[in-house]
Nanobody
Framework: QVQLVESGGGLVQAGGSLRLSCAAS????????MGWYRQAPGKQRELVAIITSGGSTNYASSVRGRFTISRDNAKNTVYLQMNSLQPEDTAVYYCNADIYYRDRAKYYTNDYWGQGTQVTVSS
């Protein structure tokens, strides 16, 4: 089966930086878009950034210029470099990937989520 494992969350002061990683594992054939979402307490989950298999990116307006999404296709890993963090960036961050994989003799495409990693920015 396929799974996504995130790492890199933590507590940081305002103005600081963190780098999140999310590695996909399993019988993966290819990965299409990969993205990062976040959910703050009492709020809906929102898109933070997304990157296509070709490297095109898109960002939420609230993070553009501060966050950078990248991916290493050889490692099936997506990263989120977060700079100039602010208290309003505090949330659980989830990675997401659209994955084409093999299960026994059949092939499937499915949307997978990581378990989430907490990012807390203190003022």
């Amino acid at each position: 089966q396929v799974q996504l494992v995130e790492s890199g969350g933590g507590l940081v002061q305002a103005g600081g930086s963190l780098r999140l990683s999310c590695a996909a594992s399993g019988t993966i054939i290819s990965i299409n878009a990969m993205g990062w979402y976040r959910q703050a307490p009492g709020k809906q989950r929102e898109l933070v950034a997304i990157i296509t298999s070709g490297g095109s990116t898109n960002y939420a307006s609230s993070v553009r210029g501060r966050f950078t999404i990248s991916r290493d296709n050889a490692k099936n890993t997506v990263y989120l470099q977060m700079n100039s963090l602010q208290p309003e960036d505090t949330a659980v961050y989830y990675c997401n990937a659209d994955i084409y994989y093999r299960d026994r003799a059949k092939y499937y495409t499915n949307d997978y989520w990581g378990q989430g990693t907490q990012v807390t920015v203190s003022s």
